[in-house]
């Protein structure tokens, strides 16, 4: 059996291991019942030879969420971390993705091979690496940019990665020679799913039957269905929901289509939720979108006569992506009488009339 992990801590602090071998418990198998063995390991924290870190788009990290197209500047950082001399030091740093768009690597002062995806700097290109005196530290830059979305396309999550892996290799001067030593960083930069959220009002066409004058008259309801529809690209995501606050002027109809979609509207706030739960990858795009239709009523006042009254406001979705964890949300503007969207909209079908 082998067991990993990572040791945080100062230069020269200890950390003990404490390993206890035994007989479960019957009642918890978490829990020993009776221990056979026990041994305790020390061991000291001490700093890499040549000290790495990674930032993206300045943010200093090894797992970095972006979205599809975005172009990420990257830097690495180094520091001879030794009390002797490091020489004749090189800088590799190796990027494997699919979703990695391979021609828009740039790095200043540097070979990249594209044969293998493969940055290299060394003296030649950074003089300073022929010689680290203790202490000595420095920066290399690089960017690349990953692939756009393509619609219809199957995407599988081990794909929205870009993975990237450095390496410094050099030769540690001191009063008892020379020796070759290394150090090593790994990170990545994920791509987050692009969630989207579309809103529509419709009076001629839908899964609701609205009724009243069109255009809409003072003192006189008109009734209009309310479109939701989510589409997703590249990850799952959880946790979705979907809210919006109508005008007070503005009434919610209990008529909501599907009818087992979780809607609900508090008349307090005038805050209508959709809690949508979960949204699978290629939604609206391999397959179809995710909607919801639910009707409200205007009652125009004659201070609206002339007007095209808001009948919701912006509608907001937020949802976790599963793959990247990171916290999405898409807003679709507020919708006014004038229904651009509905098959029979004419221009002033909006307007209030008396």
Known sequence: MIITGK???????QRAFKFNVGISNPADNTQIATVFYTDTETVGIQKPFVGLSLAFDGNSTTTYPTYAGNTINATLNYSNNMPTALTDATISIKLNGAILDESSVISPQAVFESSNNTITWDSRSVPDLASLSPGDSGTVQFSFKILPFTPGSAYARSSQKV???AIVNGTQVSSAG?????????????VNSNISLGASALYSSGPIKNNGPIPPRAEKPTTYTINWGISNTFNNTSNVTVSAVLPSYVKFVNSISPQDENVTYDPVSGEVDWNVGNIKTNTGYVSAARQVSFQVSISPSLTQVGTTPTLIGDSTLKATDTFTGASLTSVANSLTTDIIN????KQGYGIVGR
């Open 7 to 13: 040791l945080d801590g100062q230069e020269n602090e």
């Open 163 to 165: 993975s990237i892996s």
């Open 178 to 190: 020379s020796a070759p030593v290394s150090s090593s960083i790994a990170g990545a930069v994920v």
């Open 342 to 345: 509905d098959p029979q909209y």
